[in-house]
């Protein structure tokens, strides 16, 4: 049941999120806004690794929000990398292509996922 959530949420949410903040137009601000995304993200999964490490006793909850922050941080990195491509001058099906493979990308940790469960039980 777990796994099955976790490949929902990662499947739907995932590329969800990605399209939602790659709609906007590129502009700087809009850049910064990601970046500071991407440090609260990341600064989030090192707190709650520093804290599960600390506090063994909560380690579903940290363990958790550990994993989601660092999700979140790499589908925020995936939208800035799309949105670094996109005002390049490339061909139209080459734009098409690469939100396709950044779309695919954000459920990449779920495969990670599913092979610790089958290599540990």
């Known amino acids: 049941m777990t796994l099955a959530f976790a490949f929902l949420v990662t499947f739907i949410v995932g590329p969800a999120l990605f399209r939602l903040l790659v709609q906007r ?3 700087h601000p809009y850049r910064i806004v990601l970046w500071s995304l991407f440090v609260t993200f990341s600064g989030a999964a090192i707190v709650s690794w520093r ?26 990195v995936l939208a ?18 690469a ?18 469960e089958m290599v540990l039980g």
């Open 51 to 76: 804290v599960l490490a600390t506090h063994p006793d909560e380690s579903a909850y940290m363990g958790l929000a550990t994993l989601l922050a660092l999700w979140l941080a790499w589908i925020v």
């Open 99 to 116: 939100f396709a493979i950044g779309t695919m990308a954000t459920t990449l940790p779920w495969f990670g996922l599913y092979t610790a």
């Open 25 to 27: 137009p590129v502009s």
């Open 80 to 97: 800035l990398c799309l949105l670094a491509i996109r005002p390049r001058a490339i061909p139209y099906g080459l734009d098409r292509a």
